[in-house]
């Protein structure tokens, strides 16, 4: 069983789970796990690590248009360095701080590799002002925050193993999560998410909860500069590292037509639409070709 598999049979009994994060009485709250082996690349920093794992929880409250509180971590690793502890901290407060929420402590461990676990919380006013995955309707705009494509850049950039490079790839590694888009676009948006496992599965998570088909147009995405160092000027390649690698934790979502604009101006990382939902006839496309269900998978 896969990890969408198995979050599918528990959204069967837990009535909370299976969008981006749980909403009870206004409070909002998710939680991640992150391993050294398949999430953090040779060259990571810890403070880069703590930014990451704390930015990742985060990213889910913006998704549900929720105003972020605060955030824990668990830290656990084969022994305890000083200054390693002190660097991820010093990056889960800094992430926290950005989204004007606190980061309040957590707990120690040790395991075999370094593995940190998140949980962020938010608050909306009440359960029916949280954006969830499943409101789209056909005829709707959907659109994208920021630019796509930094995570796959900065893996690319660790792989050189030059100091340069990586501290390039360590500054792409530390996105800013979108929680004050996800506030602008809680006023507009019909259906949200965030894009922790790729634009092209995330549409497809989003078309699915929502029972609707996306029409994708391929050269609208909009692509961050990072991957045209990368990409080598391939524009095939340059959608894959953008559509499909994942972990960029921008936000997904619909909207009405006539909010476009208004959502456009009111996000401090932009709004671009990308395409139209449709039927749940038409499918999932891009450029009218069947846009694969390729993303990020958590090993």
Do not use: K
């Amino acid at each position: 069983m896969n990890e969408r598999d198995a979050l599918r049979r528990l959204a069967a009994d837990l009535p909370h789970a299976g969008d981006d994060a749980a909403v009870v009485d206004g409070t909002v709250i998710t939680t991640d796990m992150l391993h050294d082996r398949t999430d953090f690349p040779a060259g990571t920093t810890r403070y880069t690590a703590g930014w990451r794992a704390v930015g990742a929880s985060l990213s889910d409250v913006a998704a549900m248009g929720a105003a972020a509180t605060a955030a824990v971590a668990v830290y656990a690793d084969d022994s305890f360095d000083q200054r390693a502890l002190d660097r991820f901290v010093a990056g889960a407060s800094d992430v926290c701080a950005a989204v004007d929420a606190e980061y309040v402590g957590g707990d120690l461990d040790t395991h075999t590799e370094f593995t940190t676990a998140t949980t962020a919380i938010g608050a909306v006013r009440d359960d029916r002002e949280a954006i969830y995955r499943s409101g789209a309707s056909p005829g709707e705009a959907l659109c994208v925050t920021g630019e796509w494509g930094r995570s796959a850049a900065a893996l690319r950039l660790f792989e050189r193993e030059t100091e340069t490079a990586r501290d390039r790839a360590n500054d792409l590694f530390r996105f800013t999560p979108r929680v004050a888009d996800g506030r602008a676009l809680a006023a507009s948006a019909t259906a949200m998410m965030d894009s922790s496992d790729g634009l092209a599965r995330s549409i497809h998570q989003l078309a699915e909860a929502s029972d609707v088909g996306v029409a994708l147009d391929r050269d609208a995405v909009p692509v961050h500069p990072a991957v045209d160092d990368v990409a080598d000027g391939d524009a095939d390649e340059r959608f894959e590292l953008a559509a499909h690698f994942g972990e960029d934790f921008e936000l997904v979502c619909s909207m009405p037509d006539a909010a476009v604009e208004r959502a456009r101006e009111a996000c401090p990382a932009g709004v671009t639409r990308v395409g139209t939902v449709v039927e749940p006839t038409a499918g999932v496309t891009a450029d009218g070709d069947p846009l694969p269900d390729r993303g990020y998978t958590h090993g």
